[in-house]
């Protein structure tokens, strides 16, 4: 039995390396930097998070493979939502071999702290493949309008 | 894994992966978090099995406040040694997890020899 993973070639131009160094120069250094929920060493058992600021709502999205939806739990209180939930992985037997395991299985929960001019009235969330996107809509306020201009 | 190259595009992600044997059935399990069954590809080249899978990270255009998710396409390649049979790989996607499944052929399992 052998399965092994695709190696990476080598960078083949030299400012290749030095980008990856830049990058890896400036993820020490940032205090605020928020590891990644994918790979093996630099994995954490939070889901990797994007939100994102339209017009009308803020939309955040967090990458969930695996998570039941029955398993996954959406709140708001004020302005901060928090996403936490558990997830479930093959029950173990002893039979079983295990080559390789760069997935986590557990408990996790996220708290996103949201500007504070949300409707809390309108939030709806969706879990498809994997990924969760729960939409809140900027209170009628807080959401930019356009003024006409006038001439004489 | 997550890395800006020159033009400023992302480059491509190495999915986490869990391999697992049991009772001659081999189970792959691949994070593809937001890849749709259509925009997903198993190939087998000779030895290689390559796994690969696009997403489209937000629908809408907007301002970032918080950007952890980066990758927009996947690809892990592994490699299959002749224990593995090509004809009977079973792959279902779900809840953003693609789940491979190989059968060891029936000539590399171990045999038990009883003693006459």
């Given at each position: 039995m052998d399965l092994v993973k695709w190696d990476n070639p080598a960078p083949k131009d030299l400012w290749e390396a030095f980008d990856g160094l830049r990058g890896e120069l400036d993820r020490a250094l940032d205090p605020f930097r928020i590891p990644s929920a994918a790979g093996l060493l630099d994995r954490t058992t939070a889901p990797a998070v994007d939100v994102l600021e339209t017009k009308d709502e803020y939309v955040v999205m967090a990458d969930l493979p695996g998570v039941d939806k029955r398993d996954l739990e959406v709140s708001v209180t004020g302005s901060l939502l928090s996403i936490r939930g558990d997830?479930?992985?093959?029950?173990?037997?002893?039979?079983?071999?295990?080559?390789?395991?760069?997935?986590?299985?557990?408990?996790?929960?996220?708290?996103?702290?949201?500007?504070?001019?949300?409707?809390?009235?309108?939030?709806?969330?969706?879990?498809?493949?994997?990924?969760?996107?729960?939409?809140?809509?900027?209170?009628e306020e807080?959401?930019?309008?356009?003024?006409?201009?006038?001439?004489? | 894994m997550e890395a800006k190259d020159m033009s400023g595009k992302w480059r491509i992600a190495i999915p986490a992966c869990s391999i697992s044997e049991d009772a001659g059935l081999v189970t792959v399990k691949v994070e593809m978090p937001g890849v749709a069954k259509e925009a997903l590809e198993i190939k087998?080249?000779?030895?290689?099995?390559?796994?690969?899978?696009?997403?489209?990270?937000?629908?809408?255009?907007?301002?970032?406040?918080?950007?952890?998710?980066?990758?927009e396409a996947f690809r892990k390649i592994f490699t299959l040694d002749?224990?593995?049979?090509?004809?009977?790989?079973?792959?279902?996607?779900?809840?953003?997890?693609?789940?491979?499944?190989?059968?060891?052929?029936?000539?590399?399992?171990p045999r038990r020899v009883e003693i006459a």
């Open positions: 997830k479930k992985g093959e029950r173990d037997s002893e039979k079983r071999k295990i080559f390789r395991k760069e997935t986590w299985v557990g408990s996790f929960s996220r708290t996103i702290d949201l500007p504070a001019q949300i409707d809390t009235g309108k939030i709806t969330a969706e879990l498809k493949d994997g990924v969760l996107a729960v939409r809140i809509a900027k209170r807080a959401k930019t309008k356009l003024i006409a201009i006038t001439t004489e | 087998i080249e000779g030895n290689e099995l390559s796994v690969s899978g696009n997403r489209s990270l937000n629908a809408q255009r907007g301002h970032y406040i918080l950007n952890e998710r980066r990758a002749d224990t593995i049979s090509r004809d009977d790989i079973d792959a279902a996607l779900a809840d953003g997890i693609l789940t491979l499944k190989m059968k060891i052929k029936e000539a590399a399992k």
